[in-house]
């Protein structure tokens, strides 16, 4: 009878301690989603990801490998209201660009999720991007052509 309350306590102090965690990390992280991105037809993994919250202070990020699909998985903290902005390197042989996706955060409180897809492809010498951004399933579509010369920047919100 001890035997079966004491396994019984430790089950549910398990559960609570799993809890506390879940918890900590949906407070500590309001900020949250994955990148991928694609250069002509291949995959390509984003290998730093800068935030700056828009009163110029920098925000750690978390990133790594996202299990479920191909792109990098990210976690800020994202805990104020207002315009947080993301900026990561795509540098191969063929290119050499920093797109900036600007999120605008209306809600301090509110968890965003937000899933960054970038098709990069050439067409007849000039480099084009197709870029999507789901935030909160809520789709954001923008074509920018010669990004070479001209800079991949988006807001979304």
Do not use: H
């Amino acid at each position: 009878m001890k035997k079966k309350t004491i396994i019984m306590i430790g089950i549910i102090g398990i559960f609570v301690l799993l809890g506390i965690i879940v918890l900590i990390d949906f407070l500590m992280f309001k900020l949250r989603g994955d990148i991928s991105v694609t250069i002509n037809g291949e995959e390509y993994l984003v290998e730093q990801i800068e935030c700056i919250y828009e009163e110029a202070k920098n925000e750690k990020v978390t990133f790594g490998k996202a299990f479920m699909d191909s792109g990098v998985a990210f976690k800020n903290s994202g805990s104020s209201y207002g315009m947080y902005e993301y900026s990561f390197l795509i540098s191969k042989e063929e290119i050499n660009i920093e797109p900036k996706i600007r999120v605008f955060k209306t809600n301090w409180y509110r968890m965003y999720i937000i899933d960054i897809d970038i098709d990069i492809y050439e067409d007849n010498g000039v480099w084009n991007a197709d870029v999507s951004v789901e935030l909160n399933n809520r789709t954001y579509q923008e074509t920018f052509y010669d990004i070479e010369n001209n800079a991949i920047e988006m807001r979304v919100e």
